[in-house]
């Protein structure tokens, strides 16, 4: 596709469960960053891989959050033991190269009942 | 907390009116985004400034970097119903590459 593509784009599961959260980057950019939007908040920085590895997962809340790239392409966010407070919309954005603009997708919906 | 303040929060207007938002930081910034974001979509970008004091013109948009690259604002002439949207702000603190983003200020142009 064109755009940033994130699966799936709702999500609804309950408190202590695994969720995988996917995202497809535009086609050839090196720089992939996640990001995580409360509602009437803006997005807030969670982690940056350039290529395959992380370059910067400063953002991430604790420790039950992890995310891989492992061909430097897709990406996949991973959230363990669920809680009721990582409800939110999860956006993915890409870039060419890291000093670039960054695209984002439409996000995933996340709901934690 | 975010390095970025914007102000209003909120902004309803009449067609045709003109409005501005404004995007405010103690801290300098390398870069500068604007975004827009509709119901159940990312946000998408509008300008990216980098020079203290450059001005960019969108059509009836126009954005403004502050001189010490710690401030901006977007003006938009003639305010259409289309224009209705969230935007937000964006920098990109220097020799880094994640965006800090502001809450955003939620435009309703009105028929």
């Known amino acids: 596709g064109a755009g940033v593509s994130q699966t799936p784009s709702n999500k609804v599961t309950e408190k202590g469960k695994y969720v995988e959260l996917r995202c497809d980057p535009i086609s050839g950019h090196t720089a992939l960053y996640w990001y995580r939007q409360s509602l009437g908040q803006g997005p807030e920085f969670l982690i940056y891989?350039?290529?395959?590895?992380?370059?910067?997962d400063s953002g991430l809340p604790n420790d039950r959050f992890f995310a891989v790239r492992p061909e430097g392409s897709v990406s996949t966010l991973k959230i363990q033991r669920t809680e009721r407070g990582d409800s939110a919309v999860y956006l993915c954005?890409?870039?060419?190269?890291?000093?670039?603009?960054?695209?984002f997708g439409d996000g995933t919906r996340l709901s934690i009942l | 907390t975010q390095l970025l303040e914007q102000s209003p929060q909120f902004l309803s207007i009449q067609e045709g009116e003109n409005l501005t938002v404004y995007c405010n930081s103690s801290?300098?910034?390398?870069?500068l985004q604007w975004y827009r974001q509709e119901p159940g979509e990312g946000p998408v970008l509008l300008v990216t400034v980098v020079t203290g004091g450059e001005v960019k013109k969108l059509k009836r948009l126009t954005f403004q970097f502050g001189d010490a690259r710690k401030d901006s604002s977007l003006h938009i002439t003639a305010a259409q119903p289309g224009d209705t949207g969230l935007y937000l702000c964006a920098g990109t603190p220097p020799n880094d590459y994640k965006l800090s983003f502001g809450a955003g200020t939620t435009v309703t142009v009105r028929a």
């Open positions: 954005a890409s870039s060419p190269l890291p000093d670039q603009p960054q695209h």
């Open positions: 891989f350039q290529g395959t590895g992380a370059a910067d």
């Open positions: 801290s300098v910034f390398s870069s």
